[in-house]
């Protein structure tokens, strides 16, 4: 007797989406870690987006859960994209330069410290390196500290003014803790200055989400960014939210 395929619900489409994307911060740790080889990390991880992106796309095409008084919101509006503002699914994107292998010297770390203590160490030992600062910022991010890995990026601002990396993930921090005009007010300064920086675009876009006003902006932002970088990682992730904003 054929067996029948099971019945896709929103909680499992959710569920899924959730361990895609806890699978693709464990792929990220386990290759800073050097238990994974690159090759793999790169195939694994490529896998990994592709099913998500397929899973947020037919959430996205599934009847919306009713609500009393608006109109639903699509998916990527809830709660997937504070986990994107805080760099879960779009970490390869905003992620800063310097946030692989550590070069040069290194102090003495106990073979056993964390991914944060390390890049604290360097961070300490080498305190004009801009890429210290970003690396170390990234690390308090994966240990959940928001605050602190935004004082990572301010630093690395700080050492290089002109470098809009940094910038951006100051903005992304500022959203990520509330403060909406700020982070908009920075990006649009960013995106004067480097109109070329896909990231701050990507960034805006997403940003924009978040408002149903912002909507025309968000589409205008993620058309700019798929432009500019359109065999990004994240450019299938990005063509869906188009073609949301688009039917919406």
């Not at 019945?7 to 989406?17: A, C, D, F, S």
């Amino acid at each position: 007797m054929r067996r029948m395929a099971p019945i896709e619900t929103r909680e499992t489409l959710e569920t899924r989406k959730r361990d895609l994307f806890s699978a693709i911060r464990l792929l990220e740790q386990d290759l800073e870690d050097g238990t994974i080889d690159p090759e793999t990390y790169r195939t694994t991880r490529a896998r990994c987006e592709k099913e998500a992106a397929a899973v947020l796309e037919r959430l996205d095409t599934l009847q919306p859960v009713s609500r009393p008084s608006a109109r639903p919101l699509p998916l990527f509006l809830t709660g997937a994209l504070v986990a994107v503002a805080l760099g879960v699914s779009l970490a390869a994107a905003l992620a800063p330069r310097g946030t692989g292998a550590v070069t040069g010297t290194v102090p003495t770390v106990a073979p056993q410290a964390s991914a944060l203590q390390r890049a604290q160490a360097y961070a300490y030992a080498h305190p004009n390196d801009e890429s210290a600062w970003l690396r170390l910022g990234n690390a308090y991010l994966d240990a959940n500290q928001p605050r602190l890995a935004d004082a990572g990026y301010r630093r690395a601002m700080a050492l290089v003014p002109a470098d809009p990396a940094p910038a951006a993930l100051h903005a992304m921090m500022l959203a990520s803790l509330g403060q909406r005009a700020a982070a908009t007010s920075l990006l649009r300064r960013i995106e004067h200055a480097h109109p070329t920086y896909a990231r701050a675009w990507l960034l805006d876009g997403m940003m924009g989400l978040r408002n149903h006003h912002d909507r025309v902006h968000a589409l205008t932002a993620f058309r700019r960014f798929l432009r500019l970088a359109p065999h990004s990682a994240v450019a299938p992730t990005v063509r869906i939210w188009v073609r949301s904003l688009t039917r919406g």
